[in-house]
């Protein structure tokens, strides 16, 4: 397997690096839009206009945390003519032969995934998540280090769920919806709505000032 990196400013690249390692995956090159890296190997570094057809039979991850911004650099990778990657899943994680994990997604070092899920495309796991069995992830979800989902969960495409967080069985999380750190979610979070504490509840957001605008990590 080849792999291209796309986001190679933001500080998740040392992990995607070293996954890459530890399954003896080839890095192609890591491309960094905004012109700078915290590649671990910054002898692999491009920009995107010295890269743009030279890669081949190589598919493309991305490393930013953000979902939106993951989504804006998938796009750029696919305008280049790019194609997204198989999965990219450290050889520590506890995934069953149940599930499905969809392309350009990155399960990183310990995460625990339950039977009969699916993970839709570009999505990021971090390290040590717990997912429960017949849960339902959709593409362009974050789900940040430590943080526990119990079994039947369905979380929509573009969410993001904070690290520690908690969320009980059978809990439906929206569309662009954003789950606090260490948040204990009892109930069901619309489409597009900030929630946070214990238990949690709605709260306004500035994405603009919050954590959630990263446009710095790339």
Do not use: W
């Not at 039979?57 to 194609?83: D, I, K, M, Y």
């Not at 993970?119 to 943080?147: K, T, W, Y």
């Amino acid at each position: 397997m080849r792999i291209i990196l796309f986001g190679v400013r933001s500080p998740l690249v040392v992990d995607y690096e070293e996954t890459c390692r530890r399954c003896s995956i080839d890095i192609v090159a890591g491309v960094s839009v905004a012109g700078s890296s915290r590649m671990l190997d910054a002898s692999l570094v491009v920009s995107l206009e010295e890269f743009e057809g030279k890669a081949e039979n190589a598919g493309f991850v991305t490393c930013a945390f953000s979902s939106s911004r993951r989504r804006e650099l998938a796009g750029l990778a696919q305008s280049a003519g790019l194609e997204s990657a198989d999965a990219l899943i450290d050889p520590t994680a506890v995934l069953p032969a149940s599930i499905r994990v969809g392309r350009g997604s990155f399960i990183n070092a310990c995460a625990v995934i339950g039977g009969a899920s699916f993970i839709g495309e570009h999505v990021l796991i971090n390290r040590a998540v717990s997912l429960g069995h017949h849960s339902l992830v959709g593409d362009f979800v974050s789900i940040g280090p430590g943080a526990t989902l119990a079994s039947n969960i369905q979380v929509g495409d573009g969410a993001t769920i904070g690290a520690g967080a908690v969320i009980v069985p059978n809990i439906r999380i929206g569309r662009e919806a954003v789950v606090g750190a260490g948040s204990l979610v009892r109930r069901d979070v619309p489409d597009g709505v900030f929630v946070a504490g214990n238990p949690a509840v709605e709260k306004p957001l500035d994405r603009e000032k919050s954590a959630l605008n990263t446009a710095g990590e790339e």
